[in-house]
């Protein structure tokens, strides 16, 4: 890469294709997720190195429950195991990993598999890895807003106080992604065009890199062909370009 590449602060990425890897290799669905999970840690080393600072990846969304059963299982096994290596990655990279999403619908043992991760990992200073589970965007909002709603009521607002109070900070505060910032680039692979109800709120200004690579093919050549097209774009926030 070139020495003037500008490098976006945050990714947000959708770990699309593992099925497809797995039927185009004639193995079972299961084997392109357990694949793609394999991909996370390069590709997270690859960010860091670049000088990414912030990495958000599309593990399992709301919408996902639909899938046949087996494969939920199979799924949530495979999170599971993910978030037991995860406990010793994030200390041999000094990566602190948070889960976002709705916790309430995952299993006891996801749940304290989850808690135990971010309590290890939470005071380290490298790449800020967060995971969406159970994740939907506009279930993100939706919770905001009802967070929103329960603080007022403790708090004694009126509703003519919540309405002078609420602004798109007070959203964005409410929201999985509160304290971090909201993502510069989005990744989506194996060639679907779509936001798939992904960080809808904060990927209001990014910018969208669709590629047709597979996520358990996708690498650091990726990344960087990524960050190239970022590096190009023209960011004016909804203002005019001076000069």
């Not at 041999?92 to 889960?99: F, G, L, P, S």
């Not at 692979?189 to 093919?217: H, K």
Request: hydrophobic letters at 35%; one cysteine or more; charged letters at 30%.
């Amino acid at each position: 890469m070139g020495e003037k590449e500008k490098i976006p602060r945050h990714v947000a990425i959708i770990l699309d294709g593992n099925g497809r890897w797995a039927k185009k290799r004639s193995l079972p669905r299961t084997f392109g997720h357990l694949k793609g999970c394999d991909n996370v840690e390069p590709v997270c080393k690859a960010a860091f190195n670049l000088g990414i600072k912030y990495v958000t990846m599309y593990a399992f969304s709301t919408e996902n429950w639909k899938r046949p059963q087996d494969e939920v299982d199979e799924l949530m096994k495979l999170l599971a195991k993910y978030m037991k290596d995860a406990m010793k990655l994030s200390v041999k990279n000094n990566m602190r990993v948070r889960i976002i999403g709705d916790k309430s619908r995952l299993s006891d043992e996801l749940n304290s598999l989850i808690a135990k991760l971010e309590d290890i990992s939470k005071d380290f200073t490298g790449l800020q890895l967060q995971i969406a589970v159970n994740y939907g965007g506009r279930d993100d909002i939706r919770r905001a807003f009802k967070n929103i709603l329960i603080s007022a009521e403790k708090e004694g607002l009126t509703y003519q106080e919540v309405i002078e109070k609420l602004s798109e900070d007070t959203i964005s505060d409410n929201l999985d992604t509160a304290d971090i910032p909201d993502p510069d680039l989005m990744i989506r692979t194996s060639g679907e065009q779509r936001l798939s109800n992904y960080l809808i709120w904060q990927l209001a200004y990014a910018e969208y890199f669709f590629t047709d690579t597979l996520w358990p093919d996708f690498g650091k050549k990726d990344l960087e062909e990524a960050i190239e097209f970022y590096s190009g774009r023209d960011r004016r926030f909804g203002g005019i370009k001076k000069g």
